[in-house]
């Protein structure tokens, strides 16, 4: 994911690295030149390029890391800032940064600390991505709330089995629980589905045999509050 969008300037405002960038292509500011993108404070050297490498995005050579472009990343992007995926809404939260990864969490993967290499962050469509910014200290437990695995599940899931598309809510729920096997086995099943339109009584019964032990393990394995937001899905 570029930065584009999602940083400000000081003596000099704009709404988005966009904004600057065609305002800095006809002016040319000097590299010293305080500026604020999208609420973030910067210079126009900063902005522009470090080290060789476009910190927002745009350059083709190759990204190089180096302690000065981690440094601007985490300033720009502090720990706490969120995004949401508009194509499958699934949010993703910033927990820290290590060498040259951003460690993150994942709606996708819950109660995992994934790597997303710095690198394939920038070539990202921001497009895509709804950007939250860090809260302020006195809204943490609004954003635990709102980035709750559990919670986040059975939003999603909600509506896929409120829509009869329990097949994909299996799936779901197997990629919840980290169970791989159940995973491929809820995959063939509801590709089959998919295909014919309908499943056939074992299929069926073999999708229901396996999300009961599923959920039959959620309940042993999760907090209460957590499996009631998870089985409350089905």
Same mark, same amino acid.
């Given at each position: 994911?570029?930065?584009i969008?999602l ?12 904004? @600057?960038?065609?305002?800095? $292509?006809?002016?040319?500011?000097? #590299?010293?030149? *305080?500026? =604020?993108?999208?609420? &973030?404070? +910067?210079?126009?050297?900063q ?23 981690l440094?601007t990343v985490?300033?720009l ?5 969120g995004?949401?995926?508009k ?21 996708k ?12 962050? @920038?070539?990202?469509?921001? $497009?895509r991505?709804?950007?939250? #910014?860090?809260? *302020?200290? =006195?809204?943490?437990n &609004?954003? +635990?709330q709102?980035?709750?695995p ?5 939003q ?8 009869n ?53 959620a309940q042993?394995?999760l ?12």
């Open positions: 994911m570029r930065l969008n940083i400000p300037l000081h003596e000099i405002d704009f709404r988005n690295q966009a904004a @600057f960038d065609a305002y800095n $292509k006809q002016h040319k500011l000097r #590299p010293d030149t *305080k500026v =604020n993108i999208a609420g &973030k404070n +910067t210079t126009a050297g902005a522009s390029k470090i080290k060789g490498t476009s910190v927002f995005g745009g350059s083709k050579k190759p990204f190089s890391g180096g302690v000065d472009v440094d985490q300033k992007l502090p720990v706490g800032t995004f949401t995926d194509k499958t809404g699934n949010k993703i939260l910033i927990k820290g940064y290590k060498d040259n990864d951003m460690l993150v969490s994942h709606d993967y819950p109660n995992k600390i994934l790597k997303w290499p710095l690198k394939q962050f @920038f070539k990202l469509d921001t $497009k991505f709804q950007f939250h #910014p860090k809260p *302020k200290e =006195n809204d943490t &609004k954003v +635990t709102q980035y709750n559990a919670q986040a599940f059975n999603k899931v909600s509506k896929m089995t409120d829509n598309a329990h097949s994909a809510a299996a799936v779901e729920l197997a990629i919840y629980m980290d169970d791989k096997e159940a995973v491929s086995k809820l995959q063939q099943i509801k590709k089959y589905h998919d295909n014919r339109g309908y499943l056939q009584p074992g299929e069926a019964k073999e999708r229901g045999e396996i999300v009961n032990n599923l959920l039959q393990r042993k394995e907090p209460k509050k957590d499996f009631d937001l998870v089985s409350g899905a089905f």
